[in-house]
């Protein structure tokens, strides 16, 4: 029941997600999955880069960046040969932009609240979802 309200909740995210992102210069795809990779929004079809891996690396990476004593973490960017990958939790959801080696970060980092507030409902389904499982 759950999982079928979430999956009518998808095109319409997916959507916002290109809405909200449409102009940000060098943006190639914009990634929503649960902290374990799987995914549940793109906006993109292009399989250059493994999202998925991303996704789950990222909250492993991030749970360990929140343990230098310095607050929580909130955005990892990285910047890769031919790629540049902004990361940002809204749990259970990670979101992932990936852009050229000229993506507009600072566009990017401007849209990620107005992101977060459209996947509220999302959010809420699957921690709904991962409370039935466990």
């Known amino acids: 029941k759950n999982r079928t309200r979430m999956a009518s909740l998808v095109p319409s995210v997916e959507k916002y997600l290109i809405d909200a992102t449409k102009g940000i210069i060098g943006l190639h795809a914009v990634h929503v999955a649960d902290r374990d990779g799987l995914t549940i929004a793109k906006t993109s079809s292009d399989q250059k880069v493994n999202l ?4 789950s690396t990222f909250s492993s990476v991030s749970d360990q960046a929140s343990k230098l004593n310095l607050g929580q973490n909130k955005t990892i960017i990285t910047f ?3 790629f540049v990958v902004v990361q940002t ?4 959801l990670v979101i992932t932009f990936v852009g050229s080696e000229n993506l507009n970060v600072g566009a990017v980092k401007i849209c990620i609240p107005k992101v977060k507030k459209s996947l509220a409902g999302l959010r809420e389904k699957v921690e709904s979802i991962i409370s039935s499982i466990q």
């Open 52 to 55: 998925s891996s991303l996704s």
């Open 80 to 82: 890769l040969d031919k």
């Open 89 to 92: 939790l809204s749990s259970p």
